[in-house]
Structures are given as structure tokens and as C-alpha cells.
């Protein structure tokens, strides 16, 4: 059992930024790959970064790329994503997942089996 629990969402304007935390628990946090998912209303969940159980390999989805930054600290048992030039379409509800059968990073919604409650995150224009 994984435990994963986020923190950090709020309201920005459009061009602002912000970091969301993930605090895991339950099993050794730098065995498995971690990632973020977002979703809008009426929309399904999307893929947005993943890390490998080390943190050293990452992986974006193409509309994040080059403005979110996915890292972790395995010291800590902690997920973060910096989120810069932020856009109205960025706003979501971010999801925290554990991907505890893949140690490498995985951008495939079926491989996560842990997810956190979701943290509301709204860019205004």
C-alpha cells in the first residue's frame, strides 16, 4: 500500500507560478516511478510528467514541457512540480500517482495504482 497525499494547488493568474507536493508513504519511495495527471471538467485524465524511481530520468507531456519541472526527494518521501507560465489552460485538478510495478518512468495511466486525492489548481486570464 502506497499513501499519497498533495498539497499546493490554489489560484494564480495566468503567467504565475506554483509548486505541488506529493507526501508518500507506505513503502520504499525511490523503488517505483512517480507522475503527475491532471484533469478538467468533463475531460479525461492526461498525463503531464513522470520520474523514474531515481529521479534522474524525467519525462513531459508536450504542453508542459519547457514551463513544469517534475523532481523528487527520496530522502523526504516526496513528489513536487514546479509549474511556470501558467496558462487558463493549465487549470485542473493535479493528481499524485505511484507507479509501483515500474521502477523506470512511465507516462501510461494504466501503470499507476496508487493516486493521491487531487489538489485543485485554477490559472485566471
Known amino acids: 500500500q502506497v499513501q499519497l497525499v498533495e498539497s499546493g494547488g490554489g489560484l494564480v493568474q495566468a503567467g504565475g507560478s506554483l509548486r505541488l507536493s506529493c507526501a508518500a508513504s507506505?513503502?520504499?519511495?525511490?523503488?517505483?516511478?512517480m507522475g503527475w495527471f491532471r484533469q478538467a471538467p468533463g475531460t479525461e485524465r492526461t498525463f503531464v510528467a513522470t520520474v523514474s524511481g531515481s529521479g534522474r530520468i524525467t519525462w513531459y507531456s508536450d504542453s508542459v514541457k519547457g514551463r513544469f519541472t517534475i523532481s523528487r526527494d527520496n530522502a523526504k518521501n516526496t513528489l513536487y512540480l514546479q509549474m511556470n507560465s501558467l496558462t487558463p489552460e493549465d487549470t485542473a485538478v493535479y493528481y499524485c500517482?505511484?507507479?509501483?510495478?515500474?521502477?523506470?518512468?512511465?507516462?501510461?495511466?494504466?501503470?499507476?495504482?496508487?493516486w493521491g486525492q487531487g489538489t485543485q489548481v485554477t490559472v485566471s486570464s
Open positions: 507506505g513503502r520504499i519511495f525511490s523503488n517505483f516511478a
Open positions: 500517482a505511484a507507479a509501483t510495478g515500474t521502477y523506470h518512468y512511465t507516462n501510461r495511466l494504466a501503470d499507476y495504482d496508487y
